[in-house]
Structure formats: C-alpha cells, structure tokens
C-alpha cells in the first residue's frame, strides 16, 4: 500500500538510480494546495504501483504557481512500466479535482555528486529546498561533470562560505544538456541572505566561481525555492 509521510528524500540512495523532475503550473496558492491534496488521494487510495518506485515527493514552489515533482526510480525501465499500465488513472483523478494543470516539463536524471556540510545532524529537517536548473548550448556529457567539478571546487575553496546551506545534490540530465542541482537549507531567508551577499549568486567573487559563472557553452541558469508538501512511500 501507499504511505504518506512528511519526511524529506534522501537524494544519495544508491538505489535510486533514475530520478525524475518535473514541474507543474497551477496558477494559485489555493491550487496548489488543492493539488497537493488531489495527488495524496490518487495515489493512497491505490496500491503503491512498484517495487521499483522508491519514493514520490511534491513541492510547492515559493512563487505560488507551480509544484516540483520528484520521483525515484530503480530505473528507467520501471518508470516506463508504470506509465503504460497505471499513471493515466491518477492524472484523470487529479484533472478532474482540479481542471486546467498545465504540466510544463518531465525530465531524467543521474545523481553525479552531493555534498553535504560536515556539522549537520541527520535530524536537521531543510527549512527550504533550491532548486538551480543549469542549461547548456547543446549535449556534452564531459562538460556537465566538469560544470559539477568546478561548482564543488568553487565551494570547497570558497573564503566565506554561508552556513545556512545543508547539502547539495548534482544531478545530470540524460539528454547531456541540463545540470540539476537540489539543495537543502536551513531556510528560505538563509538562501535569501546568500544570494544577496557579496558576489554574483550564492559564492563570494572568487576567481572559481568566476570561472563557473562564464563557463563555455552555458546558456542559462534559474533558481526557485520550494517548501517539501507531500512525500509518499511503500507502506
């Protein structure tokens, strides 16, 4: 069966080795309430669909339109699986209890690499979860790893790093063209007060992250932060 719960994903699992993005349009803060809420019904109201599905999670986004949906998968394989047979039931519940979603993007992944701050406790709970969406001039798998490389460098050598940030966790699209990064603060204001220090974004103006901002071939890069609303597991 289906279980709800409110704890946060471990995005390090080493059993999850197909994580998916995506992100819906809902227009409102009450429908993205609504939402959340249609979701939870669909889907516990169902027998958990696979083995191979190690956890669903949704986010509702801080701009009051839109919810990130997170799933992890054994593989892409059992994804495709649970498309052909069972999602289209839960996306007609969740249409009709809310008409008008626009779903704007369903994109795969590998984890790369995660780093995560030496002093945090497992039971520290993220305030917040930032998502930053790297887009690249075309396919180049060398040059997503080495964008994650020098990111991790950067951040390593950074002179004054700000604390509020727990872990980030790098994520390479299978297309060769995006870098997904998920990371865990303390708070929405701990990320808030980062970007708004010295320096472009969050990093000091050190030559490394310099060289990460202007890497070739980087078309564009966008942050939004979310608040965890809904997790689902195997019971």
């Known amino acids: 069966?289906?279980?709800?719960?409110?704890?946060?994903?471990?995005?390090?699992?080493?059993?999850?080795?197909?994580?998916?993005?995506?992100?819906?349009?809902?227009?409102?803060?009450?429908?993205?309430?609504?939402?959340v809420?249609?979701?939870?019904?669909a889907w516990e109201n169902r027998p958990w669909p696979a083995e191979d599905l190690r956890g669903y999670h949704v986010y509702t986004g801080h701009d009051g339109t839109t919810l990130l949906h997170h799933s992890q998968w054994a593989s892409e394989q059992a994804y495709e699986a649970f498309v052909k047979t069972l999602r289209q039931e839960r996306v007609d519940e969740i249409d009709t209890a809310v008409p008008g979603i626009e779903r704007l993007e369903l994109r795969r992944y590998r984890r790369y690499r995660s780093v995560t701050r030496e002093d945090r406790s497992a039971a520290v709970v993220p305030g917040c979860v930032v998502i930053v969406d790297v887009a690249f001039e075309g396919p180049d798998p060398d040059r997503q790893r080495a964008w994650v490389d020098a990111v991790l460098e950067a951040l390593e050598g950074d002179p004054v790093p700000h604390p509020g940030g727990l872990s980030a966790h790098f994520h390479l699209s299978t297309d060769g063209t995006r870098v997904?990064?998920?990371?865990?603060?303390?708070?929405?204001?701990?990320?808030?007060?980062?970007?708004?220090?010295?320096?472009?974004?969050?990093?000091?103006?050190?030559a490394r992250w310099e060289r990460v901002r202007n890497w070739p071939g980087l078309k564009s890069s966008t942050v939004g932060r979310y608040d965890h609303a809904l997790g689902l597991v195997p019971r």
């Not at 809420?37 to 019904?41: K, L, Q």
């Not at 603060?185 to 974004?201: C, F, K, T």
């Open 1 to 35: 069966m289906t279980r709800r719960t409110d704890a946060h994903p471990r995005l390090d699992r080493t059993d999850a080795l197909a994580p998916f993005f995506s992100t819906w349009r809902v227009g409102t803060p009450e429908r993205q309430r609504q939402t």
């Open 37 to 41: 809420e249609a979701v939870a019904r």
């Open 180 to 206: 997904l990064n998920y990371a865990e603060w303390d708070s929405a204001q701990a990320h808030v007060d980062a970007l708004a220090a010295p320096g472009e974004g969050v990093g000091s103006g050190s």
